[in-house]
């Protein structure tokens, strides 16, 4: 397959992208600063751009999406305006866009994280973002068959904990290599519309 | 106890703060364009003013914000958009701003929607925002303790399904008395940081 891959220089893009490489897909890297192309996905015009240099793929992996980290009294409207365009409306616009130039059962992968149902101190505007992509990836499955559409919800990353486990106490991290495999389930597979829980 | 309701002329509202009413609750009615005061929640000055002029109250009741209904590939940009502005920002400013003015343990019930969980055709936008709000409430549940929130998330309505049945097709509608009763739940209860079904 010619697989698409949005945000592939962070932890998750890259561990997806080195996965998808070895089963001998065709990768295309997209990111804001580093890639084959780059792209901020929160960029309409951008957007455009990248599907005329990209042109049909097979899949599109997102990994893409920065979101801030406060606590609640001091993320004010403009954090969760960011959330919002960066992580949910660069999603759902990379696949409003994406739909002509995606093969007929070929898929997007967006991602989400484990604060949409699990809630942490300073995740309030994270939380929101991955709430609403979640919901938008089961309400566009069902209109874009057979065309699919997952996401892929992980919690805080092993590899991650040294810098962030401590926002996260409890919650059993998940290997990258499986977060990997979450997306290689949703592109190779068959499935749709669902939220898939990398553990 | 003194209850805000914003949305109060809409049909959930109105059938809330008619219940919270006959509770012997006092109510102060908000709206865009009836109620005792006026205020169109996504716009930042209009809800400070708002703030001022009730003061300290023991709940808030929002049942506000519209988002567009279309198929996918009609839904744009601004679409996602004013359904963030309206339902999403507009709900989260409210509680935002509202903190210093909700008793010590008193709570904010936002509602949200089915869409969130169980997708409709052109329900893409809605979804999204049923879905952040959703996860937002979980998310700020543990960030604002003593005081409350959660979301009220109704199946389409016994009373709308003359207008939007055929948009929900094999939905088990809910009469506007259970989801004045979920509100009421919320207000008069205990719990925190969860999703009311009224059904």
Redesign the interface.
């Known amino acids: 397959m010619k697989i698409m891959v949005v945000g592939a220089s962070g932890k998750a893009g890259k561990a997806t992208r080195e996965l998808l490489s070895r089963r001998g897909h065709t990768i295309v890297t997209v990111g804001r600063n580093s890639g084959d192309i780059r792209c901020d996905i929160s960029q ?1 015009e951008q957007l455009s751009q990248l599907w005329s240099r990209v042109g049909r793929v097979d899949a599109v992996v997102s990994a893409a999406g920065d979101v801030p980290y406060a ?3 001091k ?3 403009d954090d ?2 960011s959330a ?1 365009d960066q992580k ?2 660069g999603q ?2 990379l696949v ?1 866009t994406g ?1 002509p130039y995606v093969a007929e059962r070929g898929s997007f992968t967006l991602i989400t994280g484990v ?3 699990d ?3 300073q ?2 505007a ?11 990836v ?7 068959a057979p065309q699919r559409i997952n996401a892929v919800s992980p919690s805080v990353f092993t590899e991650s904990l040294p810098d962030y486990g401590d926002y996260f106490p409890g919650f059993a991290p998940v290997d990258l290599a499986e977060v990997a495999r979450a997306y290689q389930k949703s592109v190779e597979g068959a499935r749709t ?1 669902e939220v898939i829980i990398p553990a």
Chains 1, 2 share one sequence.
Do not use: K
């Open positions: 309409p606590p609640l009294e993320l004010g409207p969760y305006r919002f949910v409306h759902i616009d409003r739909l604060t949409a149902r809630p942490i101190l995740g309030a994270a939380a929101m973002a991955n709430g609403a992509v979640e919901s938008f089961r309400a566009a499955a069902v209109e874009i519309g």
